[in-house]
């Protein structure tokens, strides 16, 4: 059973850092990829960064580029996102998905499978 289970949101302050993990189980960790999307209330989910497990190749959305890593330690059967600079906008439930393919860009959700059950990022102004 694929099993992804997301931590380290939390409340910061503009311009602050938080690291969120997503630690993936039931699955060959290195023949998927693994996105991490958000959703603020009333908006749509969106697709903020993409890894290819098998090789590390990453992509952005342009709204994060520059200020979000994406990263994984396969030894650990886990991704990271990195998220610095911090705006109030990026508050937003964020989850891991994981696809048996490499990255697509654009990042759609629709090109899941596997859904973690998210964890809250709140930037205060």
């Known amino acids: 059973e694929v099993q992804l289970v997301e931590s380290g949101g939390g409340l910061v302050q503009t311009g602050g850092s938080l690291r969120l993990s997503c630690a993936a189980s039931?699955?060959?960790?290195?023949?998927?990829?693994v996105g991490w999307f958000r959703q603020a209330p009333g908006k749509e989910r969106e697709g903020v960064s993409c890894?290819?497990?098998?090789?590390?190749?990453?992509y952005y959305a342009d709204s994060v580029k520059g200020r979000f890593t994406a990263s994984s330690d396969n030894a650990k059967n886990t991704v990271y996102l990195e998220m610095n600079s911090l705006k109030p906008e990026d508050t937003a439930v964020y989850y891991c998905?994981?696809?048996?393919?490499?990255?697509?860009?654009?990042?759609?959700?629709?090109?899941?499978?596997?859904w973690g059950q998210g964890t809250q990022v709140t930037v205060s102004s």
């Open positions: 890894i290819t497990l098998g090789d590390g190749s990453t």
């Open positions: 998905a994981a696809e048996p393919h490499i990255c697509r860009h654009p990042i759609g959700p629709l090109d899941y499978d596997y």
């Open positions: 039931g699955f060959t960790f290195d023949a998927y990829a």
